[in-house]
C-alpha cells in the first residue's frame, strides 16, 4: 500500500504509519493501538474485511498479535470486535489521559515506548502460543489437547484474547496464508489444496466471507 510502512518493535508488535489514504483492512486477529492525529484510539479486531476513509491525515499506530494487546492495555478484544474506541473513553484513567497528551508530540516515540515497556505475562504467554499453532495450521481439538484442556474451555479463554474463538481466527489466519501463497505466484487451485480448503470454490467462498471479494481481486488489491 502506498504511503505505508511499517517495522517489528517487540514480539508480536509491529509500529506502522500511514498516510491516511483509504483502503480496505483485512481481518488479522490483531488489535490496534493508533494514534490517528487527533488522539489515541483502539481499533478491537475485525471479524472480517472492513472499508477505512483512512481521514487524510498521517496515522501512526501499534498492531499487537499473539493476544498481545488486551493484556498489555487492560481491555477485553471480545468487547471491542470491530469497533474503534477512543482509548480515554475506554480507560478513562489518568495515565490514559497523559499517553494522549505525549503522542501528540512524538507518536511514533510514544508508541514504541508502549510497546517495549512490559514485558509478556501468563496470558499473552498463552496468546503466543495459541496464536502460533493456529498461523501453522493447527487445528483446534489438537490444540485443545496440546494445551491439555477441551475446545469449549478453549474458546472461552479465546474470546478476551483475540476477539473471537480459535475456530475463527484460525479462518481468519488461513486466509492470510493462503493470501501470502498466491502472491508468491500459486495459483489458486494449489493454495486451495495445500491450505486443506475442499476444494477451491471452497476457498472462494471463504474469501467472500471473511475478505468481501473474490480471489483475483483481492490479489489485485
Known amino acids: 500500500m502506498a504511503g505505508y510502512r511499517e517495522r517489528g518493535v517487540a514480539p508480536g508488535v509491529v509500529l506502522w504509519s500511514s498516510d491516511g489514504a483509504p483502503g480496505t483492512i483485512l481481518p488479522d486477529g490483531c488489535l490496534d493501538l493508533i494514534w490517528t492525529g487527533r488522539g489515541l484510539v483502539v481499533a478491537g479486531p475485525d471479524g472480517a474485511a472492513r472499508f477505512n476513509d483512512g481521514g487524510g491525515r498521517r496515522h501512526v499506530g501499534l498492531r499487537f498479535s499473539h493476544g498481545r494487546g488486551p493484556a498489555l492495555l487492560g481491555l477485553r478484544a471480545d468487547e471491542l470486535r470491530d469497533t474503534t474506541v ?16 505525549r503522542a501528540a508530540d512524538d507518536p511514533a516515540g510514544v508508541l514504541h ?64 496464508r493462503a493470501l501470502a501463497r498466491a502472491r508468491a505466484g500459486s495459483a489458486w487451485a494449489d493454495v486451495a489444496a495445500v491450505e486443506g480448503f475442499a476444494d477451491q470454490p471452497h476457498l472462494a467462498r471463504e474469501v467472500r466471507a471473511l475478505a468481501g471479494t473474490t480471489p483475483s481481486e483481492l490479489l489485485r488489491r
Open 86 to 101: 477512543p482509548l480515554d473513553a475506554l480507560r478513562g484513567d489518568a495515565a490514559a489521559r497523559e499517553l494522549t497528551e
Open 113 to 176: 515506548g508502549v510497546a517495549t515497556a512490559t514485558p509478556p505475562h501468563a496470558d499473552e504467554r498463552f496468546g503466543a502460543r495459541v496464536f502460533g499453532a493456529l498461523a501453522r495450521g493447527r487445528d483446534v481439538a489438537g490444540l485443545a489437547d496440546d494445551l491439555g484442556t477441551t475446545p469449549r474451555t478453549l474458546h472461552r479463554r479465546c474470546l478476551p484474547v483475540f476477539g473471537y474463538g480459535p475456530q475463527h481466527l484460525g479462518r481468519i489466519l488461513r486466509l492470510q
